[in-house]
């Protein structure tokens, strides 16, 4: 049914795909722990690739006429799921810098306490 | 007041406000004498860490802008740290009058209240606000009362002290942008003693209020979701 280039140039990008996520992990520009969201969707990409029969039984399944519709309404939702997941990890590394900037002013204050104790002692020497 | 065994911070948040900060920390010196003060200096943009240097003002100096929130909740850190008994939050830009800390502290001390807010709107004296930022405040009071069971009814002062038990929660959790009325949802929920307690408050001496017409909308529509978001918890408790 989906002729056999399209289906390998979607395999290739495929490869492309996870090509460029191990080399980022290698260079250590993405940490493991998010990475696992960006290979499960790159596997759910090839398990489709491969099987495409798969898209038209989803598609007939949600009531979508033609399965590239249903392709692109898939990908939507996944892109939606992915943004939520980077919107609670800015939230909680929003939440860290708060707290680190309030320690780092509160320990500022106590060094600068001290500075003046110890040079207000030194002066009286 | 000075007595030795109850201790009060004065929180002092300031952004931008070189051209009131002197004044409110001199007012404040005057008018509640026998308390301890610390200026939060929130990233500000302007000279305000210079006058507090050259005052030799006691001040926490944020290396970048946290928002009122995360300022705040500096200022309870460094009460819990020192052992406060009692803090009371007093505007940098000179609009909250030092004279009544004096009687917050009296409604603290006596365990009338473990929070109590500075409201405009009892004797309606003083400075009032534009009639659209008052149709939102009533607006919150009216879903603060509905939810959580208790009527304050200048829900967006930030003339307010807490005792020690509310120190030690806001130093854990206090809300970001906008804190106001989510702090009183909070102390709700940690089952707080709430009490109002008129105030005359001043216009802003110099400067601009951080709150714009726009940003109000937002406001409205953050504290809405944070009631909420409680809702099933605020309900189990108050039914």
Redesign the interface.
């Known amino acids: 049914m989906v002729p056999k280039l399209l289906q390998t140039s979607a395999l290739v990008g495929i490869v492309f795909y996870f090509a460029a996520i191990y080399y980022l992990l290698r260079k250590k520009t993405l940490a493991l722990k998010y990475t696992l969201m960006w290979i499960l969707a790159g596997l759910l990409m090839a398990v489709t690739a491969m099987f495409p029969g798969i898209l038209t039984r989803f598609a007939g399944l949600v009531g979508i006429s033609t399965p590239s519709n249903a392709l692109f309404a898939a990908i939507l939702f996944a892109i939606l799921l992915i943004l939520i997941a980077l919107t609670s990890i800015i939230s909680s590394l929003n939440d860290k810098t708060t707290k680190l900037v309030q320690s780092i002013a509160i320990l500022e204050k106590r060094v600068r306490d001290l500075e003046n104790a110890g040079g207000a002692s030194r002066s009286d020497n | 007041m000075s007595k030795s065994n109850c201790r009060i911070l004065v929180i002092v948040p300031a952004c931008n406000e070189e051209r009131n900060i002197e004044r409110v920390i001199n007012d404040l010196r005057s008018q509640a004498p026998g308390t301890d003060y610390i200026i939060?200096n929130d990233g500000s943009t302007d000279n305000t860490l210079g006058v507090c240097r050259r005052s030799h003002f006691n001040?926490?100096?944020?290396?970048?802008n946290?928002g009122i929130g995360?300022g705040m909740?500096?200022g309870y850190?460094?009460a819990r740290?020192h052992d406060y008994d009692i803090a009371i939050q007093l505007d940098g830009d000179g609009q909250h009058d030092p004279s009544y800390i004096k009687e917050m502290v009296t409604v603290l001390k006596d365990k009338r209240a473990d929070v109590v807010i500075g409201s405009r709107f009892i004797e309606g004296q003083g400075f009032q606000s534009s009639w659209t930022r008052r149709l939102g405040i009533t607006f919150l009071s009216r879903l603060i009362r509905l939810c959580c069971g208790v009527n304050i009814r200048d829900v967006t002062s930030g003339y307010r002290g807490v005792n020690r038990r509310f120190i030690d929660i806001y130093a854990d959790e206090y809300a970001?942008d906008y804190p106001e009325p989510e702090a009183i949802i909070c102390a709700a929920l940690h089952g707080a003693v709430i009490t109002e307690m008129p105030v005359v408050m001043r216009h802003r001496a110099e400067g601009l209020s951080s709150i714009s017409a726009w940003r109000s909308i937002y406001y409205m529509i953050k504290v809405s979701l944070a009631i909420l978001i409680h809702w099933p918890v605020l309900r189990k408790r108050y039914n």
């Open positions: 939060i001040y926490l100096d944020l290396p970048v946290l995360g909740q500096a850190r460094y740290e970001q």
